[in-house]
Structures are given as C-alpha cells and as structure tokens.
C-alpha cells in the first residue's frame, strides 16, 4: 500500500513539474476577462487590435456616422468589434471598403439596434433628459447612453425616491415608446473606521504617498482616495508639489492625513499629516477635482499607483496621461481606491451628467466597476503593460457598480497641475 502512495504522489509531483498551474488569476485584468495572468499581454494586444480596427472604421464618415448607426462595441473576449446598425446603415459597402477589407474578420454588423435609434436620436434623447435634471436638480442620479441598450439609462437610488420623483415622474411622462431605462442600485455602506484604530503619526522616517491610498480627516470621519501626484506654479514663480483628487472631499479649511491601504488581513498603519486642500479649486465648474498641499515634511509623493493585492506589480508605474481621450466602448478602464482596492472593469458610456446632494458634474468615462465612497478621488487608468499604465482621470463617484470618471485632460486644464510621470 505504501508503494501506491508513492507512486500517486511521485506521479503528481511529475505532473506538476510538466504541466505548471498557469491558470492563477492574481491580477486585476486577469479576473475581469477571466483568463490566467500570463495571458494579459496577449489580451492587452488584442485589445489594441480592436481600438485600431474600431477606430478605421469610424474614420469611414461618409457611412459610418451618428445619423446612419448606433455605436459600436469592443468585445475583447469574443476577439471582435459590435457595430450596431440602423435601417440606413450601408452594411455591406462599408465590409467592401479597401481600408476595411483588412479587418473584416474583426467586425461584426449582424446585431441591428434594439430601438432603432441612430447616434444622433440617443444624444437627443440624452440631452433632454439631461435639460430635466437640471430643472429639478435631482440626488445623486447619473444620465448616461447605453449603447448595447439602444437608450438613456438613468442610475439612481431608492433611497432618494421621494426627493427625485419629480424628476422621474417627468421623464416618464415625456418618454413613454420606448420608456427612458432606469437602474436602481443598493445605497452603500459608507461606515468609516473607527478614530482609535489608527492616530496621527509623526516621525523622521519618510512614508512614501502612491495615487490609490486613502487620505482623512483627523477623527477619520472623512475617507477619501489619492489622484496622482503634481506639480504646480505657484504665484511667486515657486514649484508647488500637490496630490490631485475629487473636490467632493473638500471639507473646508481642515488638515488631511495620509491613511494608507495594507495587504489584505494586514493591520491599517498609523495616519500621516500631509496639508490643506485649496479651496480655490472646489466646486467652481461642472469639473470634479480638488488639489492637496502637500507640506514639507515626513510625506513623499511619487508617480506609483498602489496595487499590493498583486504579488507582482504591487506598484503601478503612470507612464503617461492618455493623450488620446478612449472613444472606444467596452474597453477595460481600471481604479485603485482605499475601499475596494484595485479593481477593472468595461467603458459603458463615453459620457454622463452626475448630480451629488449639491452639485452637477460633468462625466467622461462610465465604467461597469466596484467601487465605494471611499475610493472617490482615486485614479482611473488603463493598463499599457502589467506594469505600466496610462492615467485617465479621478473617481468622482458611483451609482452602485457604475463607476463615473472625470477625465484627466479637462482637471489639468482647469487646474493648472502637470501630471508627474515616472518617464
């Protein structure tokens, strides 16, 4: 009988060494398009490979337009591109097109538009929807095209019924064939941690400050999420070193402390002075963003994403800002935040109107993401390598598992703030 089990087990070990387990899912990306970690460059060149043959095809004005289909979607599962056409989409002389002809494998024009509305009709609708939120000013709703949907999606929470049905009442009234969709989602759980868990910590060594971590108020009653780090000029001609997040943390003239996110089951460290948000930058225009002093002392910002839940790549290199705004849905768009950590998802929409209790913003990228309160601020980048990413823009915030972006291109030009980049 023993010689059995050493035949199993040396037969196991045998099989190991042979075929090694490479289905390990460590990675972000890797859980979002469900394959093993050593198949995410292979997948990120796919990808690629579809924004290009997206964006030829759009390039083709003259048939491909918003009046003659309904957008288009990247699946980078199935290894293909989802034009959805209308009745006026000239279907088989854009296939024919020399510039098409090349990448004809990639496309797919079999899946006709649930409603049959055009670009131009489910931007009308949008900006209509769009006009009625700003009459009734209603809470936390997000107004969004779908373009899988054929229609307007309205997110919003049940919580808010009594607050928001003017709003929603409205909109029924005035779309009816087909009805506006609306999503609701479950309200989160925005409990903090407790004040005692962690106290201000002051000392000679240096604690390094990544885009993702947390930053507080001093009782912690307040959880926010690092942007990026910057650079700005200051009145006098001076250098000035600032974090970039959302202006929806702002809390008047109060401290804020570095509170930063451990590997998982590991004790949270002690919170870290770090300065004052600029008021100046808070809540003046429909763009989200708010920037933190950082004073001198024991902090030291760099131009790293935190990603500890990845034994790998614990730090993300920013290697550059996306110079190209992503026109392209469905491709994947990632955050790190203090909640919920590190976490990929799918571009929905390319652009929303989000109302908080206060104020109206507007939203580049609507991401399909968990997310939480306490990540808002956090960078929202898309992945070049495993290693290295392209900054989009800061988490503004969340309808449940609807992640909304404010775009990094827009906050650098009403700011003022140059992205620091590793390169």
């Known amino acids: 009988m023993r010689n059995i089990y050493f035949l199993i087990i040396f037969n196991f070990i045998f099989i190991l060494q042979k075929y090694p387990i490479t289905n390990a899912q460590h990675e972000p990306l890797a859980r979002l398009w469900n394959i093993p970690d050593d198949q995410i460059s292979n997948f990120l060149a796919r990808e690629n490979q579809l924004k290009d043959a997206d964006r030829i095809v759009k390039q083709q004005i003259q048939y491909i337009n918003d009046n003659t289909y309904a957008g288009s979607y990247i699946r980078t599962i199935d290894n293909n591109v989802v034009f959805y056409t209308t009745y006026a989409t000239a279907v088989n002389t854009i296939l024919n097109l020399p510039a098409v002809i090349p990448i004809m494998d990639l496309l797919r024009f ?93 000392r000679d060594l240096q604690i390094t400050m990544l885009a993702g971590d947390g930053f507080c108020n001093l009782d912690q009653s307040l959880t926010c999420s690092l942007g990026y780090f910057g650079i700005r000029q200051t009145a006098a001609g001076a250098q000035e070193r600032v974090f970039v997040t959302s202006g929806r943390c702002y809390r008047y003239e109060i401290d804020y402390h570095l509170k930063p996110w451990s590997p998982l089951g590991v004790q949270p460290p002690h919170i870290y002075h770090i300065g004052r948000m600029d008021s100046s930058s808070i809540r003046h225009s429909v763009i989200d963003y708010g920037v933190l002093r950082i004073e001198e002392g024991e902090n030291r910002p760099t131009p790293f994403i935190k990603n500890l839940d990845s034994p790998s790549h614990p730090m993300l290199q920013i290697w550059n800002r996306n110079l190209n705004r992503d026109i392209h849905v469905g491709i994947h768009l990632c955050k790190s935040g203090y909640h919920t950590r590190v976490t990929c998802g799918y571009q929905r929409s390319l652009q929303a109107f989000f109302t908080d209790q206060t104020d109206p913003y507007i939203i580049a990228h609507v991401i399909n993401i968990e997310n939480n309160w306490q990540d808002v601020g956090g960078p929202v980048f898309q992945f070049r390598t495993l290693s290295t990413v392209n900054l989009v823009g800061i988490l503004t915030g969340g309808i449940g598992n609807i992640g909304l972006t404010t775009d990094l291109n827009e906050i650098t030009r009403s700011s003022g703030v140059t992205l620091v980049r590793v390169n």
Not at 139 to 157: A, G, K, M, Q
Not at 171 to 184: A, G, H, K, S, T
């Open 110 to 202: 079999d899946v006709r538009a649930q409603n049959n509305f055009n670009l131009a009709g489910l931007k009308a609708r949008r900006d209509r929807v769009y006009e009625l939120a700003l009459e009734h000013n209603p809470v936390f709703v997000t107004i969004f095209l779908d373009i899988e949907l054929n229609n307007v999606v309205v997110s919003l929470y049940h919580e808010y019924d009594d607050e928001n049905r003017p709003f929603t009442d409205d909109v029924n009234q005035q779309f009816n064939n087909p009805p506006i969709v609306f999503e609701y989602k479950d309200l989160p759980d925005n409990e903090q941690l407790n004040a005692n868990v962690s106290a201000i910590k002051r």
